[in-house]
């Protein structure tokens, strides 16, 4: 079973506003993160959060932890059409050396 | 600094035909990754290397998959015979451990049919 799991599948929203994006997770982590993954690319590393924050921000991008529910949520603030992509968090596993992703959240801004 | 690179970007072959797929790690990063992804089953972990040695190939398909890190900067797997179904796109990433976090960077990914 995935230790990350994105919802929603998918998202449409209009440029100009806000995407949010959530994660649930079932063990115990350090740290989450959030990648993100254009068409025919590889993922990109968007933010980390460690488990003793509860919120993040860089740039456009907000990203809270509530370890208490195991879950994650990113925002992205006032979307462009370029932020249309893949976005998926991940966790780590085993000895933390090793990352599982989410199937992933499929975001399109439409402009 | 170059990212990961992984050649080739795309591979057409006939069902039964060994394909090599291979990655360069960015310099001074002591983790290497191989996953695969579908739209069925989204990425997946095939195995991974720490200091060039193989950690964990639990997610290795089956016996037809191989996975070698000669040296630091680089590292093959290897599909022999290839079948239909193992069509995907193969991603290798490479990291630096930074007290027990490991933020993965990832190559352009190689686009793999099997015909």
């Known amino acids: 079973s995935q230790q990350g799991e994105e919802d929603p599948q998918a998202l449409s929203i209009q440029e100009g506003e806000n995407a949010t994006m959530n994660c649930s997770y079932k063990?115990?982590?350090?740290?989450l993160q959030w990648y993100r993954q254009n068409s025919g690319r590889g993922l990109v590393h968007l933010i980390l959060?460690?488990?003793?924050?509860r919120e993040k921000h860089s740039g456009r991008l907000r990203v809270t932890l509530d370890t208490s529910k195991k879950s994650s949520s990113l925002l992205i603030t006032a979307s462009r059409a370029a932020d249309t992509a893949s976005y998926f968090c991940?966790?780590?596993?085993?000895?933390?050396?090793?990352?599982?992703f989410g199937k992933g959240i499929t975001l399109s801004v439409r402009p | 600094d170059a990212g990961v690179i992984q050649s080739p970007r795309h591979e057409v072959t006939e069902m039964g035909q060994e394909v090599t797929l291979r990655c360069k790690p960015i310099?001074?990063?002591?983790?290497l990754f191989w996953y695969r992804q579908t739209m069925m089953r989204g990425l997946e972990l095939l195995i991974y290397?720490?200091?060039?040695?193989?950690?964990?190939d639990s997610g290795m398909p089956e016996d037809r998959f191989s996975a070698k890190m000669p040296n630091a900067s680089f590292s093959t797997l290897k599909i022999q015979p290839s079948e239909p179904r193992d069509s995907a796109v193969y991603f290798c990433?490479?990291?630096?451990?930074?007290?027990?976090?490991?933020?993965?960077?990832f190559g352009p990914g190689t686009r793999l049919l099997v015909l």
């Open positions: 991940a966790t780590p596993t085993g000895a933390n050396s090793k990352l599982t």
């Open positions: 290397f720490n200091n060039n040695v193989p950690i964990d």
């Open positions: 063990t115990s982590i350090n740290n």
């Open positions: 959060i460690r488990s003793n924050e």
């Open positions: 990433a490479s990291s630096q451990s930074n007290s027990g976090i490991v933020t993965q960077y």
């Open positions: 310099s001074g990063h002591d983790y």
